[in-house]
């Protein structure tokens, strides 16, 4: 099987979407297009030749010749503080892509969908909604998105008008909105129960945010066949 190839991709747009996240996109002449839920590698290299690289799920559907990558600060970390604080509109990285074809989702898919994201794990996730979008698919989709407080919910006013067939639940693990009726914890089995396990399931986070709610769903009656799962360490890589 022949290895992807590099290619230079150009900063074209800056989006903020937190106070520590920002969406790039990319222009990648040639690019071959990609499913939702796929990654790409990212590589930088130093004028003295030293390189580095690091896997990003790509936040929106094909759209041309466009990539786009919702990036979140890494403190500590030796790709995201370049990209997010030192990266302009017109410089250029290479990108190696596109990557994965078992956690995606094709606009053909007609069964219900349930979406669990804890922290920037939505990323993929938000690929799939849109794409959802993009097609006119009527497939309901339920998003269940977990994040430490409010202010670190991605992608908060596009989510704030939802698709018709989407619903949306925020989960809040150590401070919630004034008044909201869950209190702040950890994702629980309460969390993901739901009138039916005949759906296709896709869960996105950190390892054990992962573990935790797969293992969630199997015990709710879910096909262990039927939840993809995609985690992501301490550095996002």
């Known amino acids: 099987m022949a290895r992807l190839p590099w ?66 600060l890494v403190s500590g970390g030796e790709v995201s503080p370049y990209l997010l604080e030192i990266l302009e509109v017109g410089d250029e990285v290479e990108i190696r892509g596109p990557v994965g074809g078992w956690f995606v989702w094709r606009p053909d898919h007609t069964a219900p969908v349930l979406l ?3 922290g920037s794990g939505v990323v993929p996730l938000m690929a799939m909604i849109r794409a ?11 998003l269940i998105y977990s994040v ?11 989510l704030a008008n939802p698709d018709p067939g989407l619903d949306i639940a ?5 401070k919630a909105p004034d008044g909201w ?3 702040p914890g950890r994702i629980t089995q309460a969390d993901l129960t739901g009138a039916s396990t005949d759906i ?27 939840i993809r799962t995609e985690r992501f360490g301490p550095t996002g890589g």
């Open 116 to 118: 669990v994201a804890g």
């Open 7 to 72: 290619r230079v991709a150009k900063l074209v747009e800056i989006r903020q979407e937190t106070a520590t996240a920002r969406t790039l996109v990319f222009q990648i002449p040639g690019w071959p297009g990609h499913l939702a839920g796929q990654h790409v590698d990212v590589r930088l290299t130093a004028p003295d030749g030293y390189s580095t690289e690091r896997s990003y799920s790509v936040a929106a559907p094909e759209q041309g010749d466009r990539v786009e990558l919702t990036v979140e």
């Open 181 to 183: 009726a869950r209190p």
């Open 132 to 142: 959802r979008r993009a097609a006119g698919s009527s497939a309901p989709f339920r």
């Open 170 to 174: 925020y989960l809040f693990t150590r």
């Open 148 to 158: 430490r407080e409010p202010d670190q919910r991605f992608y908060l006013d596009e």
């Open 200 to 226: 296709d399931s896709y869960v996105c986070g950190p390892t054990g945010f992962v573990e935790a709610a797969a293992d969630h769903l199997i015990a709710l009656g879910h096909a262990p066949d039927r």
